[in-house]
């Protein structure tokens, strides 16, 4: 087990991507309309001093796979991710299991914007999180593959409870898999986290497997904010 701390820098974080969420066409930051152009741009410089950005990851080896119940076995917990998911992680040889957050500081940024009634504000931080974990999650990966020597086209993608028909109640298994309050983030009784831009999830390490296009392409939730095409 692996845990890191990641400084806000060495994410590579794009507000091109973050326009791209807020539904603008352009790539480019500074094309959006005011006001947004300039609330991005005055959370971009808050939101470094805000994240304390945490993750920490488990390999599981010799995952059991069983195609009959599309379901994957790791230390007597059985996970039924969905059909896409047991698709593209079937042939690892290793999962890992990750769990990674941007702190409370961005969580209770939001919350404050939004009980002042700054909804704009709060739905921009808001994005800027989603980005943020999603972002930590990559560099974690990153990290997993230099330590166990995995070429990047030998991992699939990360995937979470929630994602391509993997019911969110699964989440409890996740979490009984690390210690209490790992990494800082607990879960509520609804499957919650705290902090709120917190992810978690697993990914397939192998010769068997690959990065396929997109998450997107192997998705067919069609109501997906985080949805490119």
Known sequence: MWQFNFPFESLGFDPGEAARLMGFTSENS???PEPFFYLLGEALREISGL???????RIF???EFCSESKTIRLDKVTFHPGSTV????KQ???IALFLVTAGPGL???ITELAAAGDQVGSYIYDLLGSVVVMKAVDKLLEEVRELTN???SCITHPYSPGNCGWEMGEQRKLFSLFPADYCGVSLSDSCLMTPVKSLSGMAGLGTGVERKGT???LCNDRNCFMRKS
């Open 92 to 94: 690892s040889s290793e």
């Open 61 to 63: 080896q010799s995952p």
């Open 215 to 217: 998450l997107c392409n």
């Open 30 to 32: 500074s094309d959006l």
């Open 107 to 109: 969580s209770e940024k």
């Open 51 to 57: 994240c304390n950005i945490s993750a920490g990851v």
């Open 86 to 89: 047991f698709r593209d992680l």
């Open 150 to 152: 995995t070429p990047e």
